[in-house]
C-alpha cells in the first residue's frame, strides 16, 4: 500500500495519540506525528476526528483493518461518506466555485461573490463531517424510532459486530441470534465494568452468569458461557478456539480497546479495591457461583447422557 496507515487513535486527558505507519514520506499528511495534542486542543475532538477522515477521503492517508475501535468508527464514516449522495453533491459545489473563481485574475465583484459562496461551501462541507462523526462516535447505540434516529450507528454496530465474527470465525451465529442481539441491545458500561470485577473476584468467572441473567438475548454472552464451560470445565478440546475467538469479539465489540476502559479494569487489580469489592458483593459472587457450578453439572450430565446413548 502506498498510504499513511492508521492503527490507533487514543484520546486520553486532553492527549492525542496517533499511532501511524507511514508509507509516503513526501506526501502532505496532516498527522504528520505520533503526538497531535495541539491539533486536538486547537480544533476539539469532533473537529480533530472530522480533520482526520477528510485526510482519508482525499487518500492522505488510510485506516487499518486491524485498528482499534476509533479507527473502525472512522473508518465507517469514510467509506459512508465516500458513496455519500449529499457529501458528493457539496463537494461538486465546491469544485464549481473554484472553477468559477480561477476564471477571473482580477478581483472584480463576481469574483468576490464565488469566493464568500466558496468559504460558506467549506463551513457547509465540515459541518456535515462533523455530523456524520458526531452521529457515529458519540450517539448511544439504540434502536431506530419510527423516524428512523440512529438508523446509522445501527448499521455501523451491524457490520462491525459481523466483521468481529467473521475475523474470529464465529460462522454458526444465525440471522435471527443477531436480530435478537438488537432488538434487546441495552447492556450498560457499568454493567461490563461489574462483570470484570465478578470474574476477577470468584474462581468460576460467575460475572458471566451475571450478564446472562441480566441480558438473556445477547448471543455473545451466551454462546462465550456455552464455549467457556465446553472448553474449560469439560476439556472439550474443539471448543477452545471459540472459546478464545467469542472472548475477542465480547472484548472487541463492548471497547476494551478503550483507554479509559483498560485504565477502569486494571484498577480493579488493586488489592484494597478487590478487598472491598468482594466484602460488598459477597452473597452475589456466592450466588452466581453457584448458579455456575450447577449449570456445569447440568452440561457435565448432557454429556454423559449423550455418550451413552451413542454407545
Known amino acids: 500500500m502506498n ?3 492508521i492503527e490507533s487513535i487514543e484520546i486520553n ?9 507511514r508509507k509516503k514520506e513526501n506526501q502532505e499528511c ?4 505520533q503526538d497531535m495534542t495541539e491539533l486536538l486542543q486547537v480544533n476539539g475532538e469532533i473537529r480533530f476526528f472530522s ?32 458513496k455519500d449522495k449529499k457529501y458528493k453533491e457539496k463537494r461538486e459545489n465546491i469544485s464549481r466555485l473554484l472553477r468559477n473563481i480561477y476564471r477571473f485574475q ?6 468576490k461573490t464565488n469566493e464568500k459562496q466558496l468559504d460558506k461551501a467549506y463551513d457547509d462541507l465540515n459541518t456535515y463531517i462533523d455530523i456524520k462523526v458526531k452521529e457515529t462516535i458519540y450517539a448511544e447505540l439504540k ?6 434516529d440512529s438508523q446509522m450507528n445501527i448499521k455501523f454496530y ?8 467473521e475475523v474470529n470465525q464465529i460462522t454458526d451465529i444465525t440471522e435471527e441470534q443477531k436480530e435478537k442481539f438488537f432488538e434487546k441491545y441495552d447492556l450498560l458500561t457499568k454493567d461490563v465494568f461489574h462483570y470484570y470485577e465478578l470474574t476477577l473476584n470468584s474462581q468460576n468467572q460467575s460475572g458471566i452468569i451475571f450478564l446472562k441473567e441480566k441480558y438473556p438475548n445477547n448471543f455473545i454472552i451466551s454462546e462465550l458461557l456455552d464455549s467457556k464451560i465446553k472448553y474449560i470445565d469439560l476439556r472439550m478440546k474443539e471448543y477452545e478456539d471459540r472459546y478464545w475467538g467469542l472472548c475477542s469479539v465480547f472484548t472487541a465489540f463492548y471497547g476494551v480497546d478503550n483507554n479509559d476502559i483498560k485504565q477502569e479494569i486494571e484498577a480493579m487489580t488493586d ?9 460488598k458483593n459477597y452473597k452475589q459472587i456466592e450466588d452466581c457461583e453457584e448458579k455456575y457450578l450447577k449449570l456445569v453439572d447440568e452440561y457435565r450430565q448432557k454429556l454423559y447422557e449423550k455418550q451413552e446413548s451413542e454407545i
Open 106 to 111: 482580477d478581483m472584480n465583484k463576481e469574483r
Open 271 to 279: 488489592k484494597e479495591r478487590r478487598s472491598k469489592f468482594v466484602e
Open 158 to 165: 451491524k457490520e462491525l459486530l459481523d466483521e468481529l465474527l
Open 143 to 148: 434502536i431506530p424510532n419510527k423516524k428512523g
Open 30 to 33: 496532516i498527522i504528520d506525528k
Open 51 to 82: 480533520l482526520i477522515v477528510k485526510e482519508a477521503l482525499t487518500k492522505a492517508v488510510e485506516f487499518s483493518s486491524n485498528g482499534n475501535q476509533t479507527v473502525k468508527q472512522l473508518k465507517y464514516v469514510t467509506d459512508n461518506l465516500s
Open 3 to 5: 498510504y499513511n496507515i
Open 13 to 21: 486527558e486532553g492527549k492525542a495519540i496517533v499511532d501511524i505507519i
